[in-house]
């Protein structure tokens, strides 16, 4: 392995370390390494200056008026090279530009895929008395229950679907198609004139937002910097909130219009358009077309995303990785190689902990909770719930790069399991019975800021961000579908638990698991916080022997 690192202040850096493919990181395989040190005339090595010394101007520790910019970060403070990407070939002129691009708009377009997950999860909340008379299902619970859980069912689908798909036909390309199925099936739910339309309908539904409930952190993991990566990430969640409450502020014509709940259904229509053309202009993900050796392809979007300036230095970057192109596609029995077993059931595991949690039982509970305390409206009930998980998530982002995901991952469970023993203490001990009420919406509010901390949005921002690009799309996909497994049979099983155990031993329960996972976390979970892509991937799933050979073979 070749590697370049430049340590801040100048005062020492390493310009090249190469290592045989047969040494390992312990032996003793042949390795040389050059020492240069910095006078005031600049780097110098045995008094002759070379171009790879002007890579230390490279974003050190006081960087030049023009290195400030959206990509100035740690990941460009310590540049690691390949054999297949020359530090001579990366003019430092270009590596200090300031970036001139945005990626904002193409977060925003994305997120209208969150809007969709979080609305048409809602929607049916709030509708389901009124189409069940329309629809002649009144008297009929089983076919009740199936109109919600097609839903589910569908995005089970969806979430597998959609790692396949994104893996071949692109981001932004599998983005358009899934707007046919959030599109059509919101229309055949509006229109439906009996229940076999309505959960057609529905299951379509379920299945667009099951591909973008993967797609989203995603697509918006790759493109975003890495200095903001974490908050870019973060806003899929609140935007998920955000369609939530917009399900919730659509319903509340209802009582005056019956008929109203078509409207409901209908107008998830547009939004679903506007994903379709706002990606049409979208940028693909670079990661994804320099995977797929597609070059020039790649750097025009760079370019698109971040401008002109920073085509050389992304380009590097993904060189840098030691991977790319040079690896075929994975497949799904990839993802359960000893290279990423790992790292794939991290992701399903912080999934699985996320549901196991409770956050669906106290959601679907909050409303008896708060009518305890006094407070009869369900959707001033639901509103409470819902801007405490908008707040916290606001909270999240602006923390994420800050502390980082892995503290915040244990805050946050941390103060669920303090508010789930809250909750099960307020229904059980008698001496807090005169403020049971008060303490049990105490409880229910803080769960949700804590489960919006962190176990609400880490889990999709660092999925993408430990996963190899090889297998980003398939692995994140596996782990959504755990979600929605899991989502699935908890919903199912959850009320005949409560009715055989109690309320407050399940809260208990759920107090354990967000314990557990503490220390899962504590002890498995790494920190992603300002590092790239390439980086991390670099340390987690780390090339074989066998490519390692390859590039050797390749550079000589």
């Not at 009518?371 to 639901?382: K, L, M």
Request: aromatic share 8%; proline share 4%.
């Amino acid at each position: 392995m070749m590697r370049c690192a430049v340590r801040g202040g100048g005062a020492h850096v390493v310009v090249g370390e190469r290592r045989s493919a047969s040494s390992s990181p312990g032996g003793s395989g042949g390795r040389s390494v050059v020492r240069m040190s910095e006078g005031r005339g600049g780097l110098c090595c045995g008094g002759v200056r070379s171009r790879a010394a002007d890579l230390a101007g490279l974003e050190m520790g006081r960087p030049s008026a023009g290195a400030a910019g959206l990509f100035r970060s740690a990941r460009y403070g310590r540049v690691r090279a390949t054999a297949s990407a020359d530090p001579e070939d990366i003019p430092s002129d270009k590596l200090q530009a300031k970036s001139s691009g945005s990626v904002l708009p193409y977060v925003g377009v994305a997120c209208l895929g969150a809007i969709l997950f979080g609305y048409h999860l809602g929607v049916v909340n709030g509708a389901l008395e009124y189409l069940s008379k329309d629809l002649g299902i009144a008297e009929n619970a089983v076919l009740q229950g199936w109109v919600v859980s097609t839903t589910l069912a569908g995005a089970t689908v969806g979430s597998f679907t959609g790692g396949a798909l994104a893996d071949k036909l692109g981001r932004t390309r599998t983005f358009i198609l899934d707007a046919i199925p959030l599109a059509v099936g919101a229309f055949l739910s509006a229109t439906a004139q009996d229940v076999r339309t309505m959960i057609i309908g529905r299951l379509l539904a379920g299945i667009g937002i099951g591909i973008s409930s993967a797609l989203v952190p995603l697509y918006i993991s790759e493109i975003s910097p890495t200095e903001i990566r974490g908050a870019l990430g973060t806003i899929n969640q609140l935007f998920i909130c955000i369609g939530i409450l917009a399900a919730l502020v659509a319903g509340l014509p209802l009582a005056q219009n019956p008929a109203w709940w078509r409207t409901m259904f209908g107008i998830s229509i547009v939004p679903s358009i506007l994903l379709a053309l706002g990606m049409a202009v979208s940028p693909e993900s670079p990661r994804w077309l320099f995977q797929q050796g597609k070059i020039s392809q790649a750097e025009a979007a760079i370019k698109k995303l971040y401008g002109k300036e920073k085509v050389t230095e992304v380009m590097y970057d993904l060189k840098a990785s030691g991977q790319g192109s040079n690896e075929p596609d994975a497949n799904w029995f990839d993802l359960f190689s000893k290279r990423y077993w790992k790292v794939v059931s991290v992701g399903a595991a912080l999934f699985l902990l996320q549901q196991l949690a409770g956050i669906n039982a106290v959601v679907y509970y909050s409303t008896s909770v708060f009518r305890s305390a006094g407070i009869a409206s369900d959707v001033a009930a639901s509103a409470l719930v819902g801007a405490a998980n908008v707040f916290g998530t606001m909270i999240a982002s602006s923390l994420m790069d800050k502390q980082g995901r892995k503290s915040l991952l244990i805050t946050s469970f941390s103060g669920m399991a303090a508010s789930m023993l809250l909750l099960s203490l307020s229904f059980t001990w008698k001496a807090l019975a005169p403020y049971s009420g008060t303490l049990a919406v105490v409880g229910t509010v803080l769960y949700v800021l804590s489960f919006a901390l962190g176990a609400g949005p880490v889990p999709a921002l660092l999925l993408p961000e430990i996963f190899a690009s090889r297998i980003r799309a398939k692995a994140v996909a596996l782990s959504m579908g755990m979600h929605w497994v899991s989502n699935f049979f908890i919903g199912l099983y959850f009320l005949s638990v409560v009715n055989k155990f109690g309320i407050s031993t399940v809260y208990l329960g759920f107090a354990s698991v967000c314990a557990l996972a503490v220390l899962y976390i504590a002890g498995n979970v790494v920190e992603t916080k300002g590092r790239s892509l390439e980086e991390i991937e670099r340390e987690l799933s780390p090339p074989s022997k066998a490519d390692a050979n390859a590039f050797l073979v390749s550079d000589q």
